[in-house]
């Protein structure tokens, strides 16, 4: 179980719940084909980001095995919210999880993912104890596994062509860190 105290600081973010004042700025996010080209879903109208924003505003524990946590990411020098970052607890008896996160893409480049990914990885080790998080992504999003790889997970499969995503065939990549290996980084 993980209950954060809230708000969670970085060098420069501040990671916290999302609240509905946050709609305008989520739906300026959402509305850009950019951000979700390699995403499940399609750009969102303001009433679909509307929708998505209920459902993040309830993300802010993990309190069963199968829960997401959805925070949202502000640069603390302005409170301008660049993105989310996500935390899926998978099984409880393998200590797995799931890390994810979408930035607007005039914050790309920044280092703001990695620094906000980090920290849920933080909490996923050491507050809820995982023993494995794994990372997702669509094979084309170069730019994510640099993410993930700054952060130190390791590429362990390409899946050529598993997935019909928006019509077209698409090929996925994990990547994961273990415990250990996330406490052992220098």
Do not use: C
Not at 61 to 77: D, F, S, Y
């Amino acid at each position: 179980m993980l209950k954060p105290s809230y708000p969670i600081r970085t060098n420069r973010l501040i990671l916290r719940p999302y609240t509905p004042d946050d709609l305008d700025a989520l739906h300026a996010i959402h509305r850009l084909p950019q951000v979700t080209r390699y995403l499940y879903w399609e750009p969102r109208d303001r009433e679909q980001t509307r929708e998505a924003l209920k459902r993040k505003i309830t993300e802010t524990a993990l309190l069963e095995e199968g829960q997401a946590l959805t925070l949202a990411v502000e640069l603390a020098a302005t409170g301008e919210l660049l993105g989310d970052v996500l935390l899926i607890w998978h099984s409880r008896a393998h200590r797995s999880g799931e890390i994810g996160y979408v930035f607007h893409p005039d914050h790309h480049g920044r280092g703001y993912a990695t620094e906000a990914t980090r920290a849920v990885l933080e909490l996923g080790f050491d507050g809820l104890d995982l023993h494995r998080v794994i990372g997702r992504l669509d094979a084309r999003n170069e730019a994510s596994a640099r993410v993930l790889e700054k952060l130190g997970m390791r590429r362990e499969a390409h899946f050529l062509d598993n997935e019909i995503v928006k019509g077209e065939w698409t090929s996925e990549i994990v990547y994961a860190i273990l415990r250990r290996e996330w406490h052992a980084r220098p």
